[in-house]
Nanobody
C-alpha cells in the first residue's frame, strides 16, 4: 500500500516557476515508477511526466518537454516536478501517481495509487 500527498501548488504569473512535491508513505517507494498527471476543468486527465524507480529514465509529454523536470529522492520517499516557463494552459489540478508495472506509463489506468491533487493556476 502506498499513500501519496502532493504539495507546492499555487497561483503564479505566466513565465514563472513552481515546484511540486509528492511525499509517499511505505518502505516500497523505490520499487514504484512515479508519474505526474494533470486535469483541467472539463478535460480528461492527461500525462505530464514519469520517472522509473532508479530515477535515471524520465519521460515527458510534448507539451511540457524542456520546461518541466521530474526527479525523485528515494531516501526521502519523494518525487518532484519542477515547472518553469509556466503558461496559462498549464492551469490544472496536478496529481502524482505510483505504478508498479512499468508499461503504458502515459495511461492513467495503469497506475496503482493516486494522490489527492494540488491546484496550479497560471495567470496571463
Amino acid at each position: 500500500q502506498v499513500q501519496l500527498v502532493e504539495s507546492g501548488g499555487g497561483l503564479v504569473q505566466a513565465g514563472g516557476s513552481l515546484r511540486l512535491s509528492c511525499a509517499a508513505s511505505g518502505r516500497t517507494f523505490s520499487t514504484y515508477g512515479m508519474g505526474w498527471f494533470r486535469q483541467a476543468p472539463g478535460k480528461e486527465r492527461e500525462f505530464v511526466a514519469a520517472i522509473r524507480w532508479g530515477g535515471v529514465r524520465t519521460y515527458y509529454a510534448d507539451s511540457v518537454k524542456g520546461r518541466f523536470t521530474i526527479s525523485r529522492d528515494n531516501a526521502k520517499n519523494t518525487v518532484y516536478l519542477q515547472m518553469n516557463s509556466l503558461k496559462p494552459e498549464d492551469t490544472a489540478v496536478y496529481y502524482c501517481a505510483a505504478v508498479l508495472t512499468w508499461a503504458d506509463i502515459t495511461v492513467p489506468e495503469r497506475y496503482d495509487y493516486w494522490g489527492q491533487g494540488t491546484q496550479v493556476t497560471v495567470s496571463s
